[in-house]
């Protein structure tokens, strides 16, 4: 069982940065991916970007490469999410995923952490 925990949520003002981190509660070498989500209230949930763990490459949706980046720490176990240029529309519950393999759906999920942006 993989446990991911979430932190780095809060107000945050427009305009601002944020940096959300996810710890894994395994060696994350047994993990192929980690990503991050994004859900606001009433909507659907919505992809972000992930990170290959063994080799460290990213991938992000297209609409959120501007302004979202990728990274993790191997000997941390934790992956991070850089958000910038805040906006509003960015008030959401950010969740991070894991999975062991390197397609398919996300079989580990973190509780989530509420990001509030005001202006």
């Known amino acids: 069982q993989v446990r991911l925990v979430e932190s780095g949520g809060g107000l945050a003002q427009a305009g601002g940065s944020l940096r959300l981190s996810c710890e894994a509660s395994v060696r994350t070498d047994t993990i192929g991916r980690m990503a991050w989500f994004r859900q606001a209230q009433g909507k659907e949930r919505q992809f972000i970007g992930g990170i290959y763990w063994s080799a460290g490459e990213t991938y992000s949706a297209a609409s959120m490469k501007e302004r979202f980046s990728i990274s993790r720490d191997r000997a941390k176990n934790t992956a991070y999410l850089q958000a910038s240029s805040l906006k509003p529309e960015d008030t959401a519950v950010y969740y991070c995923?894991?999975?062991?393999?390197?397609?398919?759906?996300?079989?580990?999920w973190g509780q989530g952490t509420q990001v509030t942006v005001s202006l």
């Open positions: 995923a894991a999975d062991r393999g390197l397609s398919g759906p996300y079989e580990y």
